[in-house]
Structures are given as structure tokens and as C-alpha cells.
């Protein structure tokens, strides 16, 4: 079925240190990897996104890699800061064949990041 | 640009009764998305409009419906309400379907 697994479930770091946090999804077809931000009481940001044409990208301190033969895809973050402090959501798109993609979003369970000062 | 706009931002429904949200997605953007936040259960999706067409629907009963206008611009309904509706309803809009999806502040529904 369609499923996506993240772990931690929860992650705190000092400031400074990277945070990584890892998924996993079930379908072979998928090709669209957002991964969001959510601070309590706010919306949703997306804050990077990897398509599976490609292994890696970068965004300042926020780095998506992407294994499509193990379909496993992480984020990294790099000397965290306490407004990175959040719960983080990452999605993998249910394909609908070939290079295409359907609007429906699969997302992991979250991972709540504590980054203490 | 503004945002997605989802209105109501509260919402206090009694068991059975129905309900109706709005989501006015970014200009230019056709294709709107929509999904349930619960602590238990995270977010989950439920439909999918582009052009006024659904083209995905989740795993929810059909209590819930939704619709899209011309002005892209969706409502989703969810009648006979029970207490498990009780969550954020979060709507989301693309440019394209598939990717880059931008979510609104969403609709707090409580049903009491």
C-alpha cells in the first residue's frame, strides 16, 4: 500500500549540530519528495523539495538526498539554530505512471526537532 | 502574492450537524488540494481538484465531499458530522499538480 515512514519520531540537538532525519516509502512510482516545516500553531512550509531525476540538493544549511533504488530519501541540517526548532513532515507523491504525478501527497508521521541553545 | 486563504479559521460544529469550508488557493494556481491533520493520525489526504475535476479522492467516507469553481477557488463538505472529524482541515494549491504545493493557515473544526 502507500506509505511513507519517518524516524525519529523526535530528534534534539545543541545548537550548532546537524540534525538528520531519514524516510522511507512504498511506492515504486512515486517521484516527487517534498519535505515541510511546522511550527506549533502555523501552516505547513515547504522548505525543500527533490524530484527523482536528481540524487541530491541543496539550500543553505538544508540538504535533501535521495536513494530511489533503496527509496529511502533524508534531510539534513546543518549548524542548527533554536528557530529551526519545529516538527518536520516529509511526503512522497503517489505516481500516476511514467514521469507523471498525482496531487496526492503520502506524509510521513513527523519528527519533532528540539534544538537547544 | 497573497497566500492560500482558508476561512473559517474556527470553527464549533455539534455531532450530526454538516459543515462547509473555503479555500481560495494562490491567483494562477489550478490545481487545490485538501487534508485532515490529527495528532493520532498526521496528515492525511483527502481530495484532489484540478481544473474543477477531483482526480484523487483518499481513504474517507463519503461524508466528505469537496468541489472546485472556475475561479479555482474549492469547498469541502463534510456532513453528519462525528467527533473523530474533529481536526485541522488544511487545503494546499500548485501551480501544477504534483509538486510545490503551498498549504493555508487552515479550518480548526471542533465537533462537540
Known amino acids: 500500500g502507500e506509505n511513507v515512514e519517518q524516524h525519529p519520531s523526535t530528534l534534539s540537538v545543541q545548537e550548532g549540530d546537524s540534525a538528520v532525519i531519514k524516510c522511507t516509502y512504498s511506492d515504486s512510482a512515486s517521484n516527487y519528495f517534498p519535505w515541510y516545516k511546522q511550527e506549533l500553531g502555523k501552516r505547513p512550509q515547504l522548505i525543500i523539495d527533490?524530484?527523482?531525476?536528481?540524487g541530491e540538493k541543496k539550500d543553505q544549511r538544508i540538504a535533501v538526498t535521495l536513494n530511489k533504488t533503496a527509496k529511502h530519501f533524508s534531510l539534513h541540517i546543518t549548524e542548527t539554530q533554536p528557530e529551526d526548532s519545529a516538527v518536520y513532515f516529509c511526503a512522497a507523491s503517489i505516481g500516476r505512471g511514467g514521469s507523471s504525478n498525482t496531487g496526492k501527497l503520502i506524509f510521513g508521521q513527523g519528527t519533532t526537532l528540539q534544538v537547544k541553545p | 502574492k497573497a497566500g492560500v486563504t482558508q476561512t473559517p479559521r474556527y470553527l464549533i460544529k455539534t455531532r450530526g450537524q454538516q459543515v462547509t469550508l473555503s479555500c481560495s488557493p494562490i491567483s494562477g494556481h489550478r490545481s487545490v488540494s485538501w487534508y485532515q491533520q490529527t495528532p493520532g493520525q498526521g496528515l492525511q489526504f483527502l481530495f484532489e481538484?484540478?481544473?474543477?475535476?477531483?482526480?484523487n479522492k483518499g481513504n474517507f467516507p463519503g461524508r466528505f465531499s469537496g468541489r472546485q469553481f472556475s475561479n479555482s477557488r474549492s469547498e469541502m463538505n463534510v456532513s453528519t458530522l462525528e467527533l473523530g472529524d474533529s481536526a485541522l482541515y488544511l487545503c494546499a494549491s500548485s501551480d501544477r499538480t504534483g509538486g510545490g504545493y503551498t498549504f493555508g493557515s487552515g479550518t480548526r473544526l471542533t465537533v462537540v
Open positions: 527533490i524530484r527523482s531525476n536528481v
Open positions: 481538484y484540478f481544473s474543477e475535476t477531483q482526480r
